[in-house]
């Protein structure tokens, strides 16, 4: 199917149906009203949207959710002509309406409003649509579920997606195996890299609710390009042992980067044992590897690139998601080890405190490194340095989180300045709650 094919598809489905969006694959939601039909609840990840507990019509849900950021960072080290002492505050409005068509009928639509301030930058106010969305369950008494229009597409580990994107997706569900079938892109790019087409096949096997082991072909497509494309082909999984947790994700990267064949690799494993009597203690120890290229004037390039939909969050064993390869870093893995140790306390599910720590190793000496704020190393030796970062997070009521990160990054050998490298961040977040129902009046009795 060409771009041009597949957006016309998508637009008319689109305009003939209402503003539409979707989201991403979802743990089970909260307990939907009495009465109220299944696709009332449609996302329940609320860290990115809110929950839905206002219901003004049987057929009509609705919730908002206020998320202020504050962030702080002495970066000596950072990348490019940016300022060395950074502040940066962000409020964001986001809105959530969903609307049942028919009992397994509805759309799904959400807006945010967000004002930015960063250090040498001025005020930015900017507002969008970032999910709108038909969804269908058990089309056609089928055990398929459809959703047609801009979706988060993202995974348990966010290591292959979490993006918003315009697409149809088609997900079947036969006993304990979960199929997908996706196309996905932007209506709209606002850049080159943005002109990608995606296509993602993948089926999951649970053996139990928290055991699942999936397979997964997701190619991308560069349709302004004939020698820009990606193929992964992949297994991801997630276990629980005796309570202790464990995870993988690996994939085998090929297609064309210019007149180059991709051929490299990346994996990325851990566990998280947890320990005391309400297992409230927990240990995690992770290595992470994506492969590099030591020879670059051969037709190989053997450089594993992630998918540029990633995010690299998740949780340990805490209530919050952080960045879990360097909250100060945050790099791509690409030509890249990182070992990773940390402990955390979880002592009511309320709140939870980790203790992490990171090593960097390049694969082969380059003079790149896939790191929005740290500088390009020297080229010259492989050792990049270590990361220790402290994350905080909090539930404070049913509505109200607290989270914050604290990182220092310390640059190895392959920078010539080996100067510490500071961030801080902390964010608050209020959904907003239904009011509560007045106290009936007991009559006085004499």
Known sequence: MSRHTAISFMLSGILALAPLGARAEAPP???????????????????????????????LSMGAMVKLTLASGENVSIAGSAPPRQRSSEAVLTTAASVSLAPNLGIFTAAELVRDKRTGRSLDTNAEITVAYLLWN??????????????????????????????????????????????????????????????LLRADFHFTPQDRLGVYAFHRKDPLSENNDRTYLGVNGAARVSGHKLWLDA?????????????????????????????????????????????????????????????????????TRFKYYGVVTDPELSNLRIATAGIGLNPNRQYSIDLVYHAYEQIVENDRFRSEVIQDPNGEQRRLGAEIDLIFGARVGKYFRIHGTVGVFQPGAAFDDTRRVVFGEIELRLAASPPKPAKAVKPVTK
């Open 251 to 319: 994939a085998l990267l090929s297609g064309d980067n210019g007149a180059r064949q991709r051929q490299s690799f990346g994996a990325d494993a851990g566990i998280t044992l947890r320990f005391g009597a309400d297992r409230q203690w927990a240990v995690t120890l992770a290595h992470a590897v994506g492969s590099g290229d030591g020879n670059r004037d051969d037709n190989l390039d053997k450089t594993f690139r992630q998918t540029n939909l990633h995010d690299n969050e998740a949780r340990f064993n805490g209530v």
């Open 138 to 199: 058990r089309m056609f008494s089928s055990p398929f579920t459809l959703q047609l229009g801009r979706q988060r597409f993202a995974d348990e580990r966010q290591w292959l997606f979490d993006e918003n994107l315009d697409g149809v997706r088609v997900q079947g569900k036969f006993g304990r195996l979960v199929g997908e079938i996706s196309g996905s892109t932007y209506l709209n790019p606002k850049s080159d890299s943005q002109e990608m087409e995606n296509y």
């Open 29 to 59: 939601g909260p307990t939907i009203p009495e009465g109220a039909p299944e696709t009332q609840v449609t996302d329940v990840d609320t860290a990115v949207l809110p929950p839905l507990p206002f219901h003004p019509a049987p057929w």
